[in-house]
Each structure stands twice: as structure tokens, then as C-alpha cells.
């Protein structure tokens, strides 16, 4: 029974990205095999070093020239496939003894990596698995921090050997490039990128992902420091300046702010719509009153400004503001923030103060559809939805709505129905309503809906206890036509009488 072979890739040159797999085969191995110049030194070998173990045969595979001058009769290429021969034969009579070797390979064993040549030659008479690795354009693209293509972008990869007129070519009718072997060809491929026109936007990184890693603008590399551990990077024009110190800062422009009016719901965070939880993980900022704001996961990064519940228009100002300098804001609402919320109020600012400020309003469930849905659908047909908070409107306008909407017989939902500051007002409001709805009208009364101390009460207008309710409380009035079922459950008939 004949060795496994394996070509297993190490990444760019960081240790640590040397892959799981990668670090158990190595240890596993009977054989590790790997290349290098004629000086004997092997980078693979060094980042395969922590994985070694006593006892395994090492195969140092020695170039025996890596330029195109040679003695060779064959030439450049016919000293490597001689090479190339007795190297897949040394490895071959370990296998035939069923020994299992693990060839190594900087970055990918399959992107210009000596590993292939191994693999043409064996990889049809042996059992054999390929590893993959980091490539040095990912390592690159990583440290300089731009990427590479994004959406319908078209990534090449071009060989610095190339003719300068070839490579320009390539360069002039691509999004974006990769161009590998530099050391000798470097002038080559500067010259090429200069025709192409793209010079400007290329980049220059050395030994990427290591202690001696170095990145500089493509035109400002001297030409007889640059290794062949080097290439030559043309990222994506739809991206950013990327976070590598010293590169792009002039490229940088200027943060647009935002103001997302965002409602939670009226309880449970499940009752929080995606596109809210969205609009909340990405702010930078949070404003809101203080209880709405406890409702929000808390994330280091973000700036919380809780505040009173009666500095609606402040607060809006201080959302603005914020937005106006380049933040992003979420404006925290309960419910629906067009409900009785902050979206009028951030509106209404912004109008009169910050006409250049964008607002957005993120639409949520309203307190009134959740205590509708935890009995039924009392909200069936049409219904009206009035406050009777008098903090903004005198409460005769409050009384003289509820009495129209009570006359046109349509189901009322009663938001800040009863507070400790005006603790007589819901009294009075059942008083208006008895003028004209008879006191067998269903009435719901939903507290902390999708909350911990949730609690929603069937009762009816005239048995309707005003010192039951507070301002966590929701009052649906039903019509004529709600009725409540053998089962409990609550509905309005879609029908209504002519």
C-alpha cells in the first residue's frame, strides 16, 4: 500500500495563519518536503517549524538555478524540468514505501506555487489531497485594508514576467489587478502601470502579513529594494481610502449624517421589526427617552442620550445636531414613532432648523394592534385612535373628538389614557362617551403588553374602573358592533348594518 501525498498550503507568512488542518497533517506527516534557493533556506520550512516533530524525514529540494542564465543545454527551463523530475522521483520512492509526504507551500499550494509541478507529476499514481492556504493577494489586500473587487468587478492576476506592453494591456481593460514576481521585473511593471494609466492608484506591498511586511504608493518604491516576496496591487476604485497608516488620507471625504426615527414596539424585542434592529445596530448614536433606550441591546461603541419624556422638541434639536456634524442617529421610539411618538416632533424640528438634515422613520407595531391581537381583532373595522394627554391640546378638544368619533360609532383605541398629573381625565372621558355609547360596551384593557408584567382585562364601559388604569395602559372602546365570543375572544364584525 502506497504513502498519501499532500500539498499543503502555509498562507502569506504569518504564523498564525497557517490553517488547523494544515499544522495536523504536517505533524502527521512521515515526510515534509520543501523547496529552496540554492542558499538552503526555506521560508515554508519556517513557518512549518512549530508543527515539526522528532523523528520525521525531512527532502530539502535545492533550485538548482533560479534566473535564466544556466549551462544547462536545455537552458533556463530545461535545468527546472530536470529538477522537477528527480524531485517528484525522491518523493516518489517514499511513497512507493508507503510513507505518507507532505510537500509545503507558501501561501497556495495551487497559485504559483512550486507544489504544482510535484503534483503534475504524481498526483495520477498516488492517493492525494491538496490543502489550501492564504495567497499572497488576499495577505496583501488585508494589511493595506482595501478590497479587492466588490459587485460585477473583474479581479486579474498577471505574472511580472510578462512584456511591459502586455501587462499595460491587461491593466487598462481591468477593475482591478494582481501582479505577482516582482524582484527583477519591478521596472517592467511600474513602466506597465504607468502606460496603463493606473499608477496613481497602485500600491506596493513586501512580505505582507510578516515582521518586515512593507507597503508604499506603487510610484515611490525604489526598484533595488524590492524582493521577489513583493506584488503589485491595483484595488478596487469603489472602495475607501483602507486602514493602513500614511496611505489614502487624502482620499477621505467627509461622513454624511443621517436621523432614523426608530419604533421598538410596543413590548417584546421579537415585536422589534429587522429593518429597526438594523437601523439600531447601526448608529453611532442613540437618543431617547430613558425607559425606551433600557429596551436597546448596549454596544460599547454607540453614545446613548437618554432624557426626560417631556423634552420632545430638545431632544429632536440634540438628534439633529448630532447628525448635522456626520453621525448617525437613532431616535428611539416605543410603539410606531408616528403614533404619539418623536418621528412629528423630529419632523417638525427639523422644518423649522435643519432643512438640511435627511430623516428617516422606521415604521413599528403599535400598542394598539398588540393588546387588539392578545384578544382578537376588536380592531375589525374602522376605528379611531385619540390621546388623551392635554399637554399639547386643550382637553375640550380631546372631549369634543371623543364624542364625534363615539357618534360615528367607530371603536376607539385610547392612548395616555390616565397619569398621576391629571388623574381625573379618563373619569371624564368615560362620562362623554356614556352620553352616547350604551354601558355594555366592550372595552379592553391591555397593561405592559409584551412586557414582564403584562395583564389585559374584557370589561365593559359601565363596569370600567378609571383607578385600574395608569399610563402603561392601552383602552380599547369597542362599537356597537364588537362582541365578545362563548371563548372570551374579542371581534368587530367587518359588517356593519344599513
Known amino acids: 500500500m502506497t504513502g498519501r501525498l499532500y ?78 523530475e528527480a524531485a517528484a522521483a525522491r518523493l516518489a520512492a517514499h511513497l512507493d514505501a508507503g510513507r505518507d509526504v507532505v510537500v509545503l507551500a507558501e501561501g497556495d499550494p495551487f497559485f504559483y506555487g512550486s507544489y504544482m509541478h510535484m503534483h503534475k507529476r504524481l498526483a495520477h499514481r498516488y492517493p492525494t489531497e491538496v490543502v489550501p492556504g492564504v495567497t499572497s493577494v488576499s495577505g496583501a489586500a488585508a494589511v493595506l485594508g482595501r478590497p479587492l473587487v466588490e459587485r460585477d468587478e473583474v479581479l486579474t492576476v ?52 510578516t515582521d518586515r511586511e512593507r507597503i508604499l504608493p506603487l510610484a515611490e518604491v525604489d526598484p533595488d529594494t524590492v524582493p521577489y516576496f513583493s506584488l503589485a496591487l ?110 412629528a416632533a423630529v419632523l417638525e424640528v427639523a422644518a423649522e432648523s435643519f432643512p438640511d438634515v435627511e430623516v428617516r422613520v422606521l415604521p413599528g407595531l403599535t400598542a394598539a394592534q398588540a393588546v387588539a391581537s392578545r384578544v382578537g381583532a376588536p380592531l375589525g373595522h374602522d376605528f379611531a385612535v385619540v390621546s388623551l394627554s392635554d399637554v399639547l391640546k386643550p382637553w375640550d378638544v380631546v372631549l369634543d373628538r371623543l364624542r364625534a368619533a363615539a357618534s360615528a360609532d367607530l371603536v376607539l383605541a385610547l392612548y395616555n389614557p390616565r397619569s398621576k398629573a391629571r388623574p ?21 384593557v391591555g397593561r405592559d403588553v409584551g412586557g414582564p408584567e403584562e395583564r389585559v382585562t374584557v370589561t365593559s364601559l359601565g363596569d370600567l374602573d378609571p383607578e385600574t388604569v395608569d399610563m402603561r395602559c392601552l383602552v380599547l372602546i369597542g362599537s356597537t358592533q364588537t362582541r365578545v365570543t362563548s371563548t372570551g375572544r374579542v371581534f368587530t364584525s367587518r359588517r356593519y348594518p344599513g
Request: aromatic share 6%.
Open 424 to 444: 381625573h381625565q379618563l373619569g371624564e372621558a368615560l362620562q362623554v362617551l356614556l352620553e352616547v355609547r350604551k354601558p355594555e360596551t366592550v372595552v379592553v
Open 234 to 343: 491595483l484595488p478596487s476604485e469603489l472602495t475607501g481610502p483602507g486602514n493602513h497608516p500614511g496611505l489614502g488620507e487624502d482620499d477621505e471625504t467627509p461622513t454624511t449624517g443621517e436621523v432614523v426615527v426608530v419604533g421598538l414596539g410596543p413590548g417584546q424585542r421579537s415585536w422589534t421589526t429587522p429593518e429597526a434592529a438594523e437601523a439600531l445596530a447601526q448608529a453611532d448614536d442613540l437618543v431617547g427617552y430613558g425607559p425606551y433606550l433600557d429596551r436597546v441591546p448596549a454596544n460599547p461603541r454607540q453614545t446613548r442620550y437618554p432624557s426626560d419624556n417631556r423634552v420632545e422638541a430638545e431632544r429632536a434639536a440634540h438628534a439633529l445636531e448630532l447628525a448635522r456634524s456626520g453621525r448617525r442617529v437613532a431616535v428611539v421610539s416605543s410603539g410606531d414613532p408616528g403614533v404619539f411618538a418623536m418621528a
Open 7 to 84: 500539498g499543503v498550503g502555509l498562507g502569506p507568512g504569518d504564523p498564525e495563519l497557517v490553517t488547523v488542518k494544515a499544522a495536523r497533517l504536517i505533524g502527521a506527516a512521515d515526510v515534509v518536503a520543501f523547496h529552496a534557493a540554492q542558499h538552503g533556506r526555506s521560508v515554508a520550512r519556517g513557518l512549518a517549524a512549530p508543527y515539526l516533530r522528532a523523528g520525521q524525514v525531512e527532502e530539502l529540494l535545492v533550485y538548482p538555478v533560479t534566473t535564466g542564465t544556466t549551462d544547462h543545454p536545455g537552458g533556463y527551463q530545461g535545468a527546472i524540468d530536470e529538477f522537477y
Open 158 to 209: 498577471l505574472p511580472g514576467t510578462l512584456d511591459a506592453d502586455e501587462l499595460a494591456e491587461w491593466l487598462s481593460t481591468t477593475d482591478s489587478a494582481a501582479v505577482m514576481k516582482l524582484g527583477r521585473t519591478f521596472r517592467n511593471v511600474r513602466e506597465a502601470f504607468d502606460a496603463a494609466g493606473v499608477l496613481d492608484r497602485a500600491y506596493y506591498v513586501e512580505r505582507a502579513t
